[in-house]
C-alpha cells in the first residue's frame, strides 16, 4: 500500500496561547511520524519567532509566505497561498483547526473542527473571532471531504450545523504519559511556591472556562478545603479576573507555566477543577487523570464523555454544585485516582494517528469515486 502525503497545519503553534488546538497539532506531528504508510509534512506561516514555548511542532514545518491574521485573511478570501507553494504536492491537506488553508482543487481537506462553541457562546468571543470561525465554517461545509471531531458531542453539533454524517469522523484526542516522581514533584513546588497541598485548575483564562464560579464554589468551602492554584497564559473577555484572581483569599495565580513543569504541577494537585461551561474535548481532564489526580468536571458536556465515568460531575452553572463535587473528590481521591490513571491509558495518541491515517485514506477514496 502506498505511503499517504499529508500536509498537517500547524499556525495556531504560533498563537500566544495555542491551547488545546496547539498541543493536539504537536501531538499529532508526533504520532504520525511514526506511522510508516504515511508521510506527514507541516506547514504554517513564515514567522519571524519560534513557535510559542511548550508548542514546537515536532516534524519538520514548510513556510508560506504570510503568517497571522494576513495568512488568514488571504486563504478565506482569496484561496492563497494554496500549502503546495511551500510543501510540494500533496496527498491530502488536514487542517488542525477550523480555518482551512487553500490547496490545489484535487487535494481532499480534511478539517479538524474542535467545537463549534462561537455560535452557542457568541458572547465570549471577540467580533474578530467570531467573523473568522463563521467564515471558516462556510468554507469548510461547501470544501471539506471530511470533518474529524474530537468528542461525539462536536460530532453531533456538527451533524446539527449542516455536516452529512458521511463526512463526519468521530477521531478523539490521546494524552501523551508523562511521569513526575516526588522529587520532582518536590521540586517543581519549590520552585513556583506551590502549597503543600493545593485544588488545581489548568487552562487559558477566558469565560467559557468558567473561573469566577470556581473561585466563588472555593472561597464558600473556606478552609475546609485546601487552596486553589490556577495556571494559565493569559486569555481575554474578562477585564476583572486577573484582578480577582491576585485579590481572592487562598488562591495563587501561577500564570502560564513550562510545559515542563505540567506533569508535576498536575500529579501533586490533590483535585483538579475543570467546570468548563463548553469543550471540543478538554484536554486538562485526561492530562490531570494520567497523573493518578482527581477530577471534577462538567456534566452534559464533551468533558463527561472524556472522563467517562471517572470523575466527579458537577452542573457547571451551579456554584453550590461546584462546591459539593469538590468536597466529593476530596473525600473520593483515592478512588478517583486510580479510576483516572484506566482510563487514561486507554487514550492514546497512537490511537488517535491510526484512527487519522484511516480518515485520509476514506478521503482520498471519496474524492477518487
Not at 510540494?88 to 480534511?110: E, K, N
Not at 468571543?125 to 467564515?135: H, I, K, L, P, S
Not at 460531575?313 to 486510580?338: K, M, N, T, W
Request: charge should be neutral; glycine fraction near 8%; hydrophobic fraction near 45%.
Amino acid at each position: 500500500m502506498s505511503r499517504v502525503r499529508v500536509a498537517l497545519t500547524f499556525e495556531q503553534c504560533w498563537r500566544e496561547s495555542p491551547g488545546g488546538t496547539g498541543v493536539a497539532a504537536v501531538e499529532l506531528g508526533r504520532a504520525l511520524a511514526a506511522h510508516d504508510d504515511v508521510e506527514v509534512i507541516g506547514v504554517a506561516g513564515r514567522h519571524r519567532r519560534a513557535a510559542t514555548a511548550g508548542y514546537e511542532p515536532t516534524i519538520a514545518v514548510a513556510q508560506l509566505p504570510l503568517a497571522g491574521p494576513l495568512l488568514v485573511e488571504s486563504s478565506l478570501r482569496f484561496g492563497w497561498p494554496r500549502i503546495e507553494r511551500a510543501t510540494g504536492a500533496v496527498d491530502v491537506l488536514h487542517a488542525t483547526s477550523i480555518i482551512p488553508f487553500a490547496s490545489a482543487p484535487h487535494v481532499p481537506l480534511v478539517v479538524t473542527v474542535h467545537d463549534l462553541a462561537f455560535l452557542h457562546h457568541p458572547q465570549y468571543f471577540t467580533a474578530r473571532g467570531r467573523d473568522v470561525f463563521a467564515r471558516s465554517l462556510d468554507i469548510i461545509r461547501k470544501r471539506a471531504t471530511l470533518v474529524l471531531c474530537p468528542s461525539r458531542a462536536t460530532l453531533d453539533d456538527c451533524h446539527g450545523n449542516g455536516f452529512s454524517p458521511e463526512r463526519l469522523r468521530l477521531v478523539p484526542w490521546g494524552v501523551r504519559l508523562r511521569s513526575a516522581n516526588p522529587a520532582q514533584v518536590a521540586d517543581v513546588r519549590r520552585r513556583h511556591a506551590l502549597p503543600a497541598e493545593y485544588l488545581l485548575f489548568v487552562g487559558t483564562l477566558e469565560p467559557r472556562k468558567n473561573l469566577p464560579r470556581l473561585l466563588d464554589a472555593h472561597a464558600s468551602l473556606g478552609t475546609t478545603v485546601p487552596p486553589l492554584v490556577v495556571v494559565g497564559a493569559a486569555g481575554w473577555g474578562d477585564d476583572d479576573l486577573a484582578a480577582r484572581l491576585a485579590m481572592a483569599p487562598r488562591v495563587m495565580f501561577a500564570g502560564h507555566v513550562p510545559d515542563v513543569d505540567l506533569p508535576a504541577i498536575y500529579a501533586g494537585a490533590s483535585v483538579m477543577c475543570y467546570p468548563s461551561l463548553m469543550e471540543g474535548f478538554g484536554m486538562p481532564v485526561l492530562e490531570a487523570m494520567s497523573h493518578g489526580t482527581a477530577v471534577v468536571t462538567s456534566a452534559g458536556t464533551s468533558t463527561q464523555e472524556v472522563a467517562g465515568g471517572a470523575a466527579v460531575l458537577v452542573d457547571p452553572l451551579s456554584v453550590e454544585s461546584i462546591a459539593d463535587g469538590i468536597r466529593d473528590a476530596l473525600e473520593r481521591r483515592y478512588e478517583l485516582s486510580q479510576l483516572g490513571r484506566e482510563r487514561a491509558k486507554g487514550a492514546t495518541w497512537e490511537s488517535t494517528a491510526s484512527l487519522l491515517v484511516r480518515a485520509y485514506r476514506d478521503a482520498l477514496d471519496m474524492v477518487g469515486s
